[in-house]
């Protein structure tokens, strides 16, 4: 029962990736007097580029075709780590939680090769601001983990979920601010979102992720961009489950997962919120300040680390 | 070298005396600002080059050069003059001596070198296969990057060449001229009355300040002076013109940082000013309101009141909206520092508009050369010196506030009247006259026979001011770029024509 209830979490994370994206999308609109599109939206166009065909550049090597498809089963294996409604995920060992870092970090190194293969300057310039970006968000990821995972004395997800369980929600500690704040920064960077890339952008100098998927199309782009929405609400997933899995099922009934999804849905939609606001009260910042911002979350998350020892909790 | 340049016609002046072909002197020593070069054929199918300088009187200052040879090209010491100069070599295929870059400007490489439009209309134009080499700068670690002419975004197209070190672009070269329609070309032989709809097709956005620029080409080619009331409507247009291309500036500028909700609001203020037009004009962006004599749309006392009513509260929105852009952190961090133009530079390449005036150099021609209702009113013009993003974008709020002041103020004291007046087309006429459109000085010079046009040249600012572009790009990292773009909000298609 509990593998067929990670099955369907973890099938729940990625069907409902490009829901969370509509969502946003639809929240941004709205904050600018907009109507905006249906939150349906990213399922119709998925759709539409999985009807078309998919054009290789004449230049490209099989490197093109195959990094969309490396890059969508990589976050698609990502996602068997997370618990969302109950406070086991599908997969989980010790250390879990490092292979869950370089999964994400797998996906971004093939799009960064696939990017390039495409053969056009632009897929060039956002791999290497992504590389940027992504080695500078490795660290900070990587040891805010860490400090949580010395808190909860346990080294995989799933134990970090289960000992935070037990916690009082007014009882948490600095470690658990700190680990927050950097976590949040560190997702709005790794899923391409304001300030440090633009999504909505379509001038190809400033791009990032867009950038490098500019000479996809058709299944491939679909791919990629189904991709990047459940990085998105993989990383968004992270924050609950680390942070705020209250309300998670203990035991499998049927009431306690109905409140356990409802609890999860409430968290998702205050951080898609929280998304949309960033997104259109702040500007993008200048490139060259990106690697600041992350400055700030590995600052953050050495204060963590730090934490543990002072704090011993 | 000594008879290869020969005196004009309307003014015999120094210019004849020897090989230096000597420009004219502002106050102050300083030489005078080139406004525009173009040729015309005279009579006997001979090219004349005309020199036009604002030596800091109201009436342009302009010499005649009857063309014989190859002409001593003024680029070496009027930098302004070099795409004047590649131009008129292109039209009239005038070969000009000392020109530092004669590769062709308006055609590209498919065009026959050897033809010249505005020299000969021929039968057939064979394609050509022909080399454009572009600036090669060299060294360890630099790169060339290829942008456009096709873009990512829904824009005009416009090819650039930049060699970057890293992020830090070291040069920046412009291939322009997709978009060249050969409009001096249409002109040729069109009447001169109707011919307004070939001006407002010049630059979509700037139509009003086009139209209203040929009109007093015209009018002042045939001496006619416009009804009081037909100079007020103009002015009107004018001005909401500009402030509805500022406003429209200002939301593109946010929206280049990712500052959306900035740009959805502008979005909807120059959207209800649209409105506002379309019910008292009756278009959106003013089309077929300027002809030569006056206006062809009269506005009643209700349609006044309306329009007062729409923009003044457009202007206290925009006001709002300003503020909020201008004093968010993150909109001042991308702004401020970014693609900084000189003055000397600016003045070295005669550059016009917002983006001359955000960088210190005080130049209007609402004022300098006053034309129509202009002659009446009082208003200031903003200068700030920082010459950054953030300075363009003060400069264009600033402009904007006056702009929304002076058309209440004209639609407030509406001379009473007629607003058109027929012109009369007789002999061989010539006329200048130039307006502010809302990127600074727009220029039209016609000569019209038995009303028809012979020629009509069109200095565009942004033909003006793109040369500028890249000097302020330089330094800058490549992904600033489309912002400081932006924040010229140069036109191609005026560019082109």
């Known amino acids: ?313 | 070298m000594k008879d290869r340049r020969k005196p004009g016609d309307l003014e015999p002046r120094q210019g004849s005396a020897g090989a230096e072909f000597s420009v004219p002197l502002a106050q102050g020593g300083k030489p005078a600002r080139l406004v525009s070069l173009f040729g015309s054929l005279s009579e006997s199918r001979e090219v004349v080059v005309r020199y036009v300088f604002d030596v800091g009187d109201p009436d342009y200052q302009i010499i005649e050069c009857r063309v014989d040879g190859p002409l001593v090209s003024i680029t070496p010491r009027l930098p302004a003059a070099a795409w004047y100069e590649r131009e008129l070599h292109d039209q009239y295929g005038v070969t000009l001596s000392g020109h530092p870059d004669l590769r062709p400007l308006l055609f590209h490489e498919n065009w026959p070198e050897e033809i010249h439009p505005l020299l000969e209309t021929p039968a057939e134009i064979p394609w050509a296969k022909r080399r454009y080499p572009f600036l090669k700068v060299q060294g360890e670690g630099v790169c060339e990057v290829a942008v456009g002419p096709v873009h990512a975004g829904i824009i005009e197209p416009g090819h650039f060449r930049f060699s970057v070190m890293g992020d830090v672009v070291l040069h920046l070269e412009l291939r322009h001229f997709y978009t060249h329609k050969g409009t001096e070309k249409l002109f040729e032989g069109s009447p001169a009355d109707s011919s307004v709809m070939l001006a407002e097709s010049v630059s979509g956005d700037n139509c009003f300040a086009h139209a209203v620029a040929y009109c007093q080409a015209v009018e002042n080619a045939c001496a006619v002076a416009v009804p009081p009331r037909a100079a007020a409507i103009r002015l009107v247009g004018l001005e909401l013109e500009r402030l509805i291309s500022h406003i429209g500036d200002a939301g593109f500028l946010a929206n280049d940082v990712g500052f959306v909700v900035a740009h959805a609001l502008a979005g909807g203020i120059k959207e209800s000013l649209l409105q506002a037009s379309a019910s008292c004009f009756g278009t959106r962006y003013l089309r077929g309101v300027a002809c030569p004599g006056g206006v062809r749309t009269d506005l009643d006392a209700k349609q006044v009141a309306m329009l007062r009513d729409s923009v003044t509260q457009a202007a206290r929105e925009f006001a709002a909206l300003a503020h909020i852009i201008l004093e968010t952190p993150s909109v001042q961090s991308r702004f401020e520092t970014a693609g900084v133009l000189y003055q000397n530079f600016a003045e070295e390449l005669a550059v016009v508009g917002p983006v001359a005036r955000a960088c210190g150099v005080d130049l209007d021609v609402r004022r300098d050369h006053p034309y129509g209702h202009y002659r009446d009113l009082q208003f200031e013009v903003p200068t700030i010196h920082y010459g950054d993003v953030l300075a363009r974008a003060r400069i264009r709020i600033q402009e904007a506030a006056v702009s929304s002041r002076l058309i209440c103020e004209a639609l407030g004291s509406l001379p009473p009247g007629p607003t058109r007046l027929s012109v009369q087309f007789e002999g061989q006429r010539q006329g200048l006259s130039a307006v502010e459109s809302p990127r600074g000085e727009l220029l039209y010079w016609v000569g019209i026979e038995n009303g028809r046009l012979v020629r009509c040249h069109i200095k565009s600012p942004s033909f003006q001011n793109w040369p500028a572009m890249p000097f302020a790009v330089a330094g800058n990292i490549i992904a600033d770029f489309p912002l400081i773009n932006k924040s010229f909000n140069l036109s191609y298609s005026g560019c082109d024509r």
């Open chain 1, 1 to 313: 029962m509990t593998v067929l209830i990670g099955v369907v979490q973890a099938l729940f994370l990625v069907l409902a990736a490009p829901l969370l994206k509509g969502i946003v999308g639809r929240l941004k609109a709205r904050f600018q007097k907009r109507q905006g599109a249906s939150i349906w939206r990213p399922y119709s166009d998925l759709l539409k580029l999985f009807r078309k065909d998919d054009l290789v550049p004449p230049t490209a090597s099989w490197v093109f075709r195959a990094a969309p498809r490396i890059v969508f089963a990589v976050i698609v294996s990502a996602v068997a780590f997370i618990p969302v409604i109950q406070s086991s995920a599908l997969v989980g060992h010790k250390g879990d939680f490092i292979l869950f870092v370089y999964l994400l970090a797998i996906g971004r190194f093939f799009l960064m090769l696939g990017a390039m293969d495409g053969g056009s300057a632009f897929g060039g310039m956002g791999a290497s601001r992504d590389a940027l970006v992504s080695t500078l968000a490795e660290g900070p990821l990587l040891l805010a983990f860490v400090a949580v995972s010395i808190v909860a004395h346990s080294p995989t997800i799933s134990g970090i979920v289960q000992w935070t369980l037990g916690q009082n929600f007014f009882d948490i500690s600095a470690v658990h601010i700190l680990a927050f704040t950097t976590l949040g920064i560190v997702a709005l960077a790794e899923a391409g979102r304001m300030p440090v890339d633009n999504p909505a952008t379509h001038l190809e100098l400033t791009m990032i992720h867009e950038g490098m998927v500019l000479e996809f199309s058709g299944p491939s782009l679909a791919l990629i961009e189904w991709a990047n929405a459940i990085r998105l609400n993989v990383l968004l997933a992270l924050l609950i489950a680390l942070f705020a899995p209250w309300g998670m099922a203990a035991e499998i009934t049927w009431g306690g997962l109905g409140l356990a999804l409802g609890a999860y849905l409430v968290k998702l939609l205050v951080l898609a919120v929280f998304v949309a606001v960033i997104e259109s009260s702040v500007a993008k910042l200048r490139m060259y300040l990106v690697p600041d911002f992350l400055g700030v979350a590995t600052a953050l998350s050495i204060l963590a680390v730090i934490f543990t020892m002072i704090a011993k909790r």
